[in-house]
Nanobody, 114 residues
């Protein structure tokens, strides 16, 4: 069983930055895709950013230029660097990985508010 554990969420003021981390219980090198999703209250879960094993990235239009997904294979960790945060970025953020099947983390809460 693969586990994905997120950390790094919290309360930040508009314009601020946060870095989310997703630690996997096994090598992330073997994952076909690792991604971050988010779900705001009353809304559907949406893709924020994705990273393939080949290094390709994909971002939601709403976060392009502000968020960056990256990985550290040695630490089995995927990151989401979030800059210029806006109140609309407030949501629970989930790590997602595709290996033999898909796996989800438990989520970490991000609140952007003054």
């Amino acid at each position: 069983q693969v586990q994905l554990v997120e950390s790094g969420g919290g309360l930040v003021q508009p314009g601020g930055s946060l870095r989310l981390s997703c630690a996997a219980s096994r090598s992330i090198f073997s994952f076909a895709v690792m991604a971050w999703y988010r779900q705001a209250p009353g809304k559907q879960r949406e893709l924020v950013a994705a990273l393939t094993s080949g290094g390709s990235t994909n971002y939601a239009d709403s976060v392009k230029g502000r968020f960056t997904i990256s990985r550290d294979n040695a630490k089995n960790t995927v990151y989401l660097q979030m800059n210029s945060l806006k109140p609309d970025d407030t949501a629970d953020y989930y790590c997602y990985g595709v290996l033999d099947t898909s796996y989800w983390g438990q989520g970490t809460q991000v609140t952007v508010s003054s």
